[in-house]
């Protein structure tokens, strides 16, 4: 799938974001996990994790010394704001407890950026990009939107 433009990258975006919990349900692949009979059909939430790296501060558990921020999700979890510019979009719908870096998004605003996409990219640069693979930083083209992907993707 290829948008035109950002305006429909946006609207791709939050119309596929409701549809994966619900692909993920239909599937119902996994009642029993690691012998056990689990409380739910699917691995999502090992998954989810897996991919944890948030530290004891990040999460809550100590109060904030080395760390800058309290991230209420891990990097996989549900997505935490929709990005379109559509008149359905409400506010009740973006995520209350969105951690953002207010620098980060003046930044971006101040370069004409929107409101909305403003807000999701800072969250993302939140934390630090997981997955990179051997010789990836060798044959940068910034042409090219794979390392924004990765970071999207992970985020």
Not at 88 to 108: G, S, T
Not at 119 to 140: E, I, M, V
């Amino acid at each position: 799938m290829q948008a035109q433009n950002v305006d429909e990258a946006g609207k791709l975006y939050d119309q596929l974001a409701p549809l994966g919990p619900i692909m993920l349900a239909l599937t119902a692949a996994t009642p029993v996990y690691k012998g056990f009979l689990a409380d739910t059909d699917i691995r999502w939430n090992q998954h989810v994790s897996g991919a944890d790296d948030r530290t004891a501060e990040e999460m809550g558990e100590k109060p904030l010394e080395k760390d800058r921020w309290r991230i209420s999700k891990s990097r996989w979890s549900l997505n935490s704001a929709y990005i379109a510019r559509d008149a359905r979009l409400r506010d009740e719908y973006q995520d209350p407890d969105l951690v953002i870096d207010p620098d980060v998004k003046r930044r971006l605003m101040d370069g004409g950026m929107d409101d909305l996409l403003a807000t999701h990219l800072p969250h993302l640069f939140l934390r630090d990009p997981l997955f990179l693979h051997a010789g990836g930083l060798k044959f940068l083209d910034l042409e090219k939107t794979n390392f924004f992907e990765i970071f999207q993707s992970t985020n």
